[in-house]
């Protein structure tokens, strides 16, 4: 099974528009959206028979203001600031909670409730370019780190039901925990930057991590033409590090006229973007190894 | 007070919106960027960094003389960063949320504090303002701790400032999305800016950003960038919900150019320059009575 993952460093460089239209190019493949925070491949994709799951992962910590004798104990035990205290009425502000359970555990008068924590919600859909892999953070949540894992997890059962043998995903902007998760294992990161100072700064952080777990990674330019000497900087950069260079994107609006219709940039009316997009695309596939 | 620029979808502009409200502040700032994973503002603003200091995560460290063996840390521990395996007690440091927990219930004293390196927190001077950032570790998961620790640094600005004539505004470069990093981004400010962009994916983001930050109750407004490329959702779903919009910030290349070429976009022409004087006044008059007196974090 290969598994190509794009991502990015800095979000807004084209990601999911390119995401998008490989998936168009694809064969034989499963989407996989592990934007599981912001997430907007299916804009364009437009899932349908969707089957949703409740996703729950920890707990939260709730105190039962019936039980509890202000004591303070778990205001001095919570490391995160989780624990406000109001005139003696104390409460667990459930965006700072990390469902550590010390305060439940260290409760003199067990007076803190620990139940589930519903993070949100993960699905499974087809599309017209195949079945796709997706999924919802509620606002808020952390976890995201554990749902992407759970999505390459149900993308990689599903290809194996359907005897598909290509998981194509579209990552989370940053180098934290849901692009760790997304990264660990996979056949080849494409990096979609752009020629300016944040995009190359990000890219560099990003391509570091992939370094620093061994994917082999390769890199788009999109907008090249927005700043000849940034890009050049960035073609350097990759090639000292031995990143391939897929190619070059310009910057052109028709990736908009194309978001909006709610196609891909591959099905829009005939564009040379498009066709550079797509010698790109055979590119990446011919580096992946054929599945026996 | 406190203006966090915040967007849900990323590369909207929120790094373009921080640096030219910096840069038109009368008033002396305090530049924070809180996007720890991939911090931009100081490519924009160019500050001189005057001091560093490492942020870190205690973490447990076992003696092997003294753990019984009793398991009872493995067994707190929700994050599988410390288990009994056998008769063997080990630790999963890159697992470990620095809760404490394990170090507080262990009955022999067997565990001790370590530490995790999370990241680098800088500050410095940039003309008449500050500039903090935080940087995280490539290799490190875990970013609010991190955020944490700058905000504590922030703390400790705003104090050393706080005899100054003119208490210090601050404004926060925040992380995209809507998950717990951009929560912890913005909670603490009197005011969020949501940038967007008129796209379907900006559209979808930005609302999700809008509901998730709504039950904190605090002012907010939005920045539409790229205004004329896309179509009219944003503003109708703006109109809809009476989210104001406080400014925007027209589609031209020329802009992307000028991004491109590291430059404040307010500095780039008299045009720009005019629309963050004027988003600025918004974000005062909005902010004002909400906003907190310089002091803690």
Known sequence: ?292 | MKIAVASGKGGTGKTTVSSSLVSVWESPVIALDLDVEEPNLHLFLNPEFTDKRMANMEIPKIDDALCSKCGQCGELCQFKAISLMGEVLMTFPEMCHGCGGCIAICPEGALTKDFRELGEITWGKNGKNEFLMGRLRVGEAMSPPLMRAVKEKLGEMLDASSTDVIPKDVIIDAPPGVSCPAINAVMDSDLIILVTEPTPFGFYDMKLAHEAFLPMGKPMGVVINRAGLGNSEVYDYCNEVKLEIFAEIPYDRKIAEAYANGDVISESSDEMKQIFISLADKVKEKAGSNASQGGAA
């Open chain 1, 1 to 292: 099974m290969n598994e190509i993952l794009i991502i990015s460093g800095k979000g807004g460089t084209g990601k999911t528009s390119l995401t998008a239209a490989f998936a168009h190019l694809a064969k034989n493949h499963v989407i996989c959206d592990l934007d599981v925070d912001a997430p907007d491949m299916h804009l364009i994709l437009k899932p349908e028979n969707t089957k949703s799951v409740e996703f729950i992962s920890g707990h939260e910590a709730v105190i039962n203001p019936d039980k509890c004798e202000a004591c303070g104990k778990c205001l001095e035990m919570c490391q995160y600031g989780a624990v406000n205290e109001n005139d003696d009425i104390f409460s667990i502000n459930p965006l700072k909670c990390e469902g550590c359970k010390v305060c439940v555990e260290f409760c003199p008068v067990d007076a803190i409730d620990f139940p589930d924590r519903k993070c949100g919600h993960w699905y499974s859909s087809d599309t017209r370019f195949g079945p796709m892999i997706h999924a919802q953070l509620f606002p808020g949540e952390e976890n995201s780190g554990l749902l992407v894992s759970l999505l390459r997890k149900k993308a990689k059962e599903l290809a194996g039901e359907k005897g598909l043998d290509l998981i194509l995903s579209d990552g989370t902007p940053g180098i934290g925990c849901p692009v760790i998760a997304s990264l660990s294992g996979v056949t080849l990161a494409v990096i979609v930057t752009e020629p300016t100072p944040s995009g190359r700064h990000d890219m560099e952080r990003v391509a570091e991590l992939c370094g620093h777990f061994n994917i082999p990674a390769g890199i788009i330019i999109n907008k090249y033409d927005l700043n000849e000497k940034e890009a050049a900087a960035i073609e350097a950069y990759s090639r000292k590090k031995g990143f391939t260079l897929f190619g070059n994107l310009p910057h052109d609006p028709v990736i908009t006229r194309a978001m909006i219709n709610a196609q891909a940039i591959t099905e829009y009316e005939d564009n040379d973007f498009a066709k550079q997009l797509t010698g790109i695309w055979e590119q990446i596939i011919r580096t992946v190894k054929p599945v026996k």
